[in-house]
């Protein structure tokens, strides 16, 4: 079975988002994720896990290039402005294309 | 020191199946491994870390191509029939190609 | 808006240098990071997160070449004799290069 290639789009940003991207994502035809909760600072100090008020989540889709542009387009017009959120895309081989 | 590329590999499972993982990497070569606990969405439906039953486990390899090409191989034989699973693969480099 | 060419930069390493290492990632300019719990097994045997005294952290930081390249080196230089360390760099894209 030959490897294909994706895209890995990964988002970190606050928790308290977390429902409102997952609805976001599936809207824009991803198949799955993964989310682990992190903690970080960035442009707007620093997010400390242990706080709920200000965790982080960090949310994983593999996806093709297509929907990767899609989603990233979207993340940065609807809430790049108002909240904490870094998006960084990675080239990935999967096994089963189908699946995402 | 020159950067050596690598491989980084990827699993996202169901967390009941972390011991048997883990025994089959180390069968498989591998020299290490780090694990993440996650919640997810996949083809068998939410996942929430939770609830213990149903959590995932995110594990990451780096190795050879040769090793990443035979893990994802045996995973995919052992696994993806009967267990939630993702599996992809990364470029990566790294300093200490000895390590790996 | 046109992605651009940045490194993400992971290292796990143990719970107990957090502190030191972010100290050193602010020095050595990098803009943000990101930290989520692990625990794994790898050169010096295997870490379960569920001991706090063997825990591992997963860092990640999005920077450019030059930044993670100084990065690699001064961990090398600095933790890898005598610490759990493992470090490796991905080539990812990013939406907003002034941020890293």
Chains 1, 2, 3 share one sequence.
């Not at 409102?20 to 970080?40: F, N």
């Amino acid at each position: 079975m030959e490897p294909h290639a994706r895209k890995l789009l990964t988002i970190v940003t606050e928790a308290a988002l977390e429902g409102k991207i997952l609805r976001d994502l599936e809207q824009l035809g991803t198949r799955g994720h993964t989310i682990t909760d992190a903690r970080g600072k960035g442009r707007r100090g620093v997010r400390d896990a242990g706080w709920e008020a200000s965790a982080n989540i960090r949310v994983e889709v593999v996806c093709d290039a297509g929907t990767a542009q899609a989603v990233s387009a979207y993340l940065r017009e609807h809430y790049y402005r108002d909240y904490a959120m870094t998006v960084w895309v990675i080239d990935v081989e999967v096994l089963r294309p189908e699946k995402f």
